[in-house]
């Protein structure tokens, strides 16, 4: 048996859970709503304030989509109600990002600013030499945070470039002339 499968997911106050035919799950929050089609192998019950997925064999497909399912469907629960957030951080002599309305303007060093557009459903906000990717579908969320940071990734000797807050570079030494 999947441990993580087997987990229930409490649904908090204030969210409402709609399973549809063919594991249509939509999930509505303060925040938004989230709607995901998930694989109909599986079974969604929603009983007593919570939702459980069940698998019907112990095949080698139904037990990997067995946990994602559930954490498919917790991660739809916790961003309606709390939303994610990842942080972006920019180091290096020049380098910084604008906002102006729905664009992130970055000068990274290259001749040209790289100008992006917010994806919908995505807020992007500029504070210091930080960019903060928000909103309530966390795989949306962790993409675009991808994109970005993949605009100029952190080089290994300076450190220079768009890293994510809690990531660490590893530092390499640079060369060494003749004696």
């Avoid at 060093?109 to 909103?135: A, L, Q, R, W, Y």
């Avoid at 795989?139 to 994510?164: N, S, W």
Wanted: aromatic share 4%; glycine share 10%.
């Amino acid at each position: 048996m999947s441990r993580i499968g087997k987990m229930p997911i409490a649904i908090p106050s204030g969210v409402s859970v709609e399973i549809a035919e063919n594991n249509k799950v939509t999930v509505k929050g303060p925040k938004g709503t989230l709607e995901r089609v998930l694989p109909a192998v599986l079974t969604i019950k929603q009983e007593d304030g919570q939702i459980k997925v069940e698998r019907p064999n112990d095949a080698k497909e139904t037990r990997a989509l067995h946990g994602l399912t559930r954490t498919l469907i917790n991660n739809m629960v916790v961003g309606v109600t709390e939303g994610y957030k990842k942080v972006l951080e920019i180091n290096g002599v020049g380098f910084k990002a604008q906002k102006q309305g729905k664009k992130l303007t970055l000068s990274l060093g290259f001749s040209h600013p790289v100008i992006m557009d917010d994806p919908e459903g995505i807020e992007t906000k500029v504070v210091d030499n930080k960019i903060e990717v928000e909103g309530i579908d966390k795989e949306k969320v962790g993409q675009y945070a991808a994109v970005i940071r993949d605009k100029k990734r952190p080089e290994p000797y300076k450190g220079k470039g768009i890293k994510y807050i809690d990531e660490t570079i590893r530092r390499k030494v640079g060369k060494t002339g003749k004696k």
